[in-house]
Nanobody
Framework: QVQLVESGGGLVQAGGSLRLSCAAS????????MGWFRQAPGKGREFVAA????????VYTDSVKGRFTISRDNAKNTVYLQMNSLKPEDTAVYYC?????????????????????WGQGTQVTVAS
């Protein structure tokens, strides 16, 4: 079992920045690929970014490339999402998720069903 707790959300003006954190507890953090997803009101949960357990591979959805950066610190059991140049359309509840993998697995999940554990979410609101 893995428990995930997000923090760092809030209200920001368009063009501003926020840094989300997701602290994990429970089983070995470095056994998990980690992802960030978001869900806007009335919409489904969509993939934002993910990072391999070793940190050597990262995937972003096209709409955040060049603006968002995912990173992880396995010593601190934490994954981060640095969000710059925020836009009103980035407004959503942001969730982190953990996907248990074998160390040799090169794939990174981009679908919600590929992830085993989820945090409770943190609200990000970008005002125009």
């Amino acid at each position: 079992q893995v428990q995930l707790v997000e923090s760092g959300g809030g209200l920001v003006q368009a063009g501003g920045s926020l840094r989300l954190s997701c602290a994990a507890s429970g089983r070995t953090f470095s056994s998990y690929n980690m992802g960030w997803f978001r869900q806007a009101p009335g919409k489904g949960r969509e993939f934002v970014a993910a990072i391999r357990w070793s940190g050597d591979r990262i995937v972003y959805t096209d709409s955040v490339k060049g603006r968002f950066t995912i990173s992880r610190d396995n010593a601190k059991n934490t994954v981060y999402l640095q969000m710059n140049s925020l836009k009103p359309e980035d407004t959503a509840v942001y969730y982190c998720a953990a996907d248990w993998v074998v160390p040799t697995d090169q794939a990174i999940g981009v679908f919600t069903y590929e992830y085993d554990y989820w945090g409770q979410g943190t609200q990000v609101t970008v005002a125009s």
